[in-house]
């Protein structure tokens, strides 16, 4: 179950003289992503927070909210970690931003899900949140998901990409034994997968709270996964499929240690890589040994199926 107790670290930007407020947030988000944080969010309306997805157009409240001035919150459920991480931007960032922590109960910051999480359909699932569970289609294969403190909920175009790359492997008759999903976060892929029946699945995240709501949804959906934190599995490898749906700054870091994991004929899948960086994701996967068969792009993002030779 999750924690009744969310905490919040609002991360407010100072004006410089010498240096924009868009240059000084943009050095916070590469610091955040660059320690693995990347379900922090944008903006302030009525004490929850709006999310600004990057293909999306910034909403008319934007620039009522203060426009590039917009703070960014980081949730977590643990409370040592985010005081951990708001000393070190302190630390880093001395001068040039202000770090607040508050508290909340779970309850209410997950009500601000209600309105934007909307079930998705794909030729083979059903994704719906749990407060619309009525009236599930019989012809999918339904998955509840209740996002959590973790990023995923199948609305984002990189999510359902690499939930159409699964079902491509299954058209060209992938028989599902062993899979690893990297970056889990709610667990929806590891769970898609399962229910195509891939009868070992493997989940990683580095965030404490991913393997919580990743847990939490593996059991609604009765979908026995292994979960460990971290970015690789301690066990299990090689995987006849891995699959990673995180931002390309992250992949291109890490694509040596996919392929790695992924079995000599087997398939490695990543996503979170934007249209434009499509072809330097695959000079970097080239020399590990992944050759590209298969891409896919939905608003302005990109999924590749890479086989390991």
């Known amino acids: 179950m999750h924690p009744t107790e969310t905490f919040q670290l609002q991360i407010t930007f100072l004006p410089q003289s010498h240096v924009s407020i868009d240059e000084i947030k943009d050095d916070v988000k590469n610091w955040l992503l660059g320690t693995g944080e990347e379900a922090f969010v944008e903006g302030a309306i009525d004490d929850l927070y709006l999310d600004l997805p990057y293909e999306a157009e910034a909403p ?19 409370r040592e970690h985010l005081l951990q991480m708001k000393q070190k931007l302190e630390e880093d960032f001395k001068g040039l931003i202000s770090c607040e922590m508050s508290a909340m109960l779970t ?12 079930p998705i359909r794909t030729p083979r699932f059903y ?3 749990p407060w619309l569970a009525d009236d599930l289609p019989q012809d999918l294969i339904p998955i509840c998901i209740e996002p959590g403190m973790a990023f995923g909920t199948g609305q984002h175009a990189t999510t359902m990409l690499c939930v159409k790359a699964l079902e491509e492997l299954e058209t060209r ?34 965030d404490p709270d991913s393997i ?63 249209a434009e960086e499509a072809r330097d994701m695959e000079a970097l996967a080239n020399p590990c040994g992944l050759i590209l068969e298969h ?11 890479y086989r390991k030779v």
């Open 60 to 78: 008319e409240q934007y620039a009522q909210l203060g426009g590039d001035n917009l703070p960014l919150l980081v949730y977590k459920y643990d």
């Open 173 to 206: 008759g992938v028989k599902p034994e062993t899979l690893l999903d990297v970056g889990t976060g709610t667990g929806i892929l590891a769970i898609a997968a399962h229910k195509l029946g891939y009868q070992t699945v493997t989940a990683t995240d580095i």
């Open 212 to 274: 919580i709501a990743a847990g939490d949804n593996a059991r609604v959906n009765q979908t026995p996964l292994i979960l460990e934190q971290g970015t690789l599995p301690s066990r299990g490898a090689p995987f006849q499929v891995v699959m990673a749906n995180i931002i390309f700054y992250v992949l291109r870091r890490i694509v040596g240690d996919l392929a790695s994991q992924t079995a000599p004929g087997g398939f490695l899948i990543l996503s979170g890589v934007l």
């Open 127 to 129: 994704v719906y949140p």
């Open 107 to 118: 309850e209410t910051w997950m009500e601000g899900w209600k309105e934007s999480f909307k």
């Open 295 to 305: 891409e896919d792009v939905q608003s302005d993002w990109c999924c590749q199926i």
